[in-house]
């Protein structure tokens, strides 16, 4: 997938519009009917999207992320998009919807289909929206497709929900909203080493500031070295100060400071507790492995 952050001419192409925070099931499902209609026609398929929230423009305050910029890029490459545009939202903000399909979307891309979710808005103070979008599609040659709202029993998922879940810990059905694991990568980096005088030596990442916070607790996680228990938290049992996340990972013990480490995270187990002394914490980790 080629990633492009400033508008180019590539013209018939099948399009999927939306921010895409999360890339959850009902974003996989507008992107998925851009590249099927385009492997179904020979031709090519792109997520035209932000570098950052509108919201970030509009409030001037960005929300917390459910991906960083990588990962988000990560997951829609794996959905076989061939192009992915992240444009400066602010040097189309003042653009109507017409302004903005004619001037932006038929002129640099002449769309064979363009696919959005069932609420999508654009376009100057939400000037368009999918019945726009769907009336414009005879007079620009395009095919429209309005994805209907996915849900998980009878709750619609949505980026504003798998957010709200995480912040409260809800791990497995944030999980489930999202079809992949919520995750954090990061480098590995020197803590203060406790961990290894209590028989459980931990790899410590920096939480990534522009993503969303979950509890401070402990949790069940897979990593790319194996099985984990991670704590992310402030260490009261220490008298830490600032929040870290650090992932003890089941038989492994190698020196990985400096390299990538990647956290997919299963469940909460617990919310992070201030222990009498590191011997009941060491017998407390120990209660929490066996909860993995």
């Not at 519009?17 to 499902?29: E, I, K, N």
């Not at 026609?41 to 409030?59: E, L, M, Q, R």
Request: some cysteine; overall charge positive; glycine content about 8%.
């Amino acid at each position: 997938m080629q990633i492009f952050t400033e508008l180019s001419k590539k013209p018939n192409l099948s399009l999927a519009l939306g921010y895409f925070d999360g890339v959850h099931l009902g974003h996989r499902a507008v992107i998925k009917s851009a590249v099927d209609f385009a492997h179904e026609n020979g031709n090519k398929s792109a997520v035209i999207t932000f570098s950052d929230h509108p919201c970030c423009y509009f409030w001037g305050v960005c929300p917390k992320y459910i991906l960083t910029r990588k990962e988000r890029e990560k997951r829609i490459s794996e959905l076989g998009v061939d192009y992915l545009y992240e444009l400066d939202f602010e040097s189309i903000s003042g653009l109507t919807a017409g302004e903005y399909l004619r001037d932006i979307l038929v002129k640099y891309f002449t769309p064979l289909s363009i696919s959005t979710g069932w609420n999508h808005n654009f376009g100057f103070k939400k000037s368009g929206n999918v019945k726009f979008l769907s009336e414009q599609s005879k007079k620009y040659d395009y095919k429209y497709f309005e994805l209907p709202p996915q849900k998980i029993g009878s709750e619609i998922i949505s980026s504003t929900v798998i957010r709200k879940l995480l912040s409260n810990g809800s791990i497995e059905k944030s999980n489930q909203m999202l079809g992949q694991k919520f995750s954090i990568e990061g480098e590995v980096v020197k803590g203060n080493q406790i961990g290894r005088t209590i028989g459980f030596r931990t790899a410590n990442l920096i939480y990534p500031a522009e993503l969303i916070e979950l509890p401070y607790g402990v949790y069940s996680v897979n990593t790319n070295y194996g099985k984990g228990i991670a704590n992310f938290g402030v260490r009261p049992t220490v008298n830490g100060s600032n929040a870290v996340l650090e992932i003890h990972i089941l038989n492994f013990d190698k020196d990985i400071y400096g390299e990538i480490l990647r956290t997919e995270f299963n469940k909460m187990i617990r919310a992070e507790k201030k222990f009498p002394s590191l011997d009941e914490l060491k017998l407390q980790i120990k209660k929490d492995i066996n909860n993995i």
